[in-house]
T-cell receptor
Framework: NAGVMQNPRHLVRRRGQEARLRCSPM?????VYWYRQLPEEGLKFMVY????????ESGMPKERFSAEFPKEGPSILRIQQVVRGDSAAYFC????????????FGDGTRLSIL | QKEVEQDPGPLSVPEGAIVSLNCTYS??????FMWYRQYSRKGPELLMY????GNKEDGRFTAQVDKSSKYISLFIRDSQPSDSATYLC??????????FGAGTTVTVRA
């Protein structure tokens, strides 16, 4: 499968635990983006990364959320001390180099907080 | 006011009908315009991608952009039950961040 791969597809955490969401971009794509989709709302941009660099994290909550895209391995979105309001679908997208390149999405991770 | 407003739906049409989906936007800096299709419990799938005013056709799908009116549309001809999904419009400036509409859910009745 050459598409954007996200895992796990479903993640259940209790309040106060940590959630780690993984994303492997499409082959040949060097840019990764994370979006969050809340019920009845559209997708909201969170962060844009290239290998070993955070380019734009203007959509990321200032506390508890972090993202990385290491030289080797998938991009990770990390949420510390999760709260009920973090329950959402988190989507990763990737693109090739270039501002005019379209973004292709994975099937998301659905995070549920008990 | 939201940056991108999408007709909320839901929309229910008989098989074979033309589906018309619309979005308006407020920021004239948007340059690239997309339509994504999202099936239940799946990720958005890119359908159409345009960057200029006018029409772009791909099979049964036609995307229309009117930058002067800040208005984009997607038309689906000869709709099929497999077209039943939520359709998302999206757009961005020259900065990678996509701004999405809230989505329109379409049901095509066999």
């Amino acid at each position: 499968n050459a598409g954007v791969m996200q895992n796990p597809r479903h993640l259940v955490r209790r309040r106060g635990q940590e959630a780690r969401l993984r994303c492997s971009p499409m082959k040949g794509h060097s840019h990764v983006y994370w979006y969050r989709q809340l019920p009845e709302e559209g997708l909201k941009f969170m962060v844009y990364l290239q290998k070993e660099n955070i380019i734009d994290e203007s959509g990321m909550p200032k506390e508890r959320f972090s993202a990385e895209f290491p030289k080797e391995g998938p991009s990770i979105l990390r949420i510390q001390q999760v709260v009920r309001g973090d329950s959402a679908a988190y989507f990763c997208a990737s693109s090739q180099q270039g501002r005019d390149q379209p973004q292709h999405f994975g099937d998301g991770t659905r995070l549920s907080i008990l | 006011q939201k940056e991108v407003e999408q007709d909320p739906g839901p929309l229910s049409v008989p098989e074979g009908a033309i589906v018309s989906l619309n979005c308006t936007y407020s920021n004239s800096a948007f340059q690239y315009f997309m339509w994504y299709r999202q099936y239940s419990r799946k990720g958005p799938e890119l359908l159409m991608y345009t960057y200029s005013s006018g029409n772009k056709e791909d099979g049964r799908f036609t995307a229309q952009v009117d930058k002067s009116s800040k208005y984009i549309s997607l038309f689906i001809r000869d709709s099929q039950p497999s077209d039943s999904a939520t359709y998302l419009c999206a757009m961005n400036r020259n900065d990678y961040k996509l701004s999405f509409g809230a989505g329109t859910t379409v049901t095509v009745r066999a």
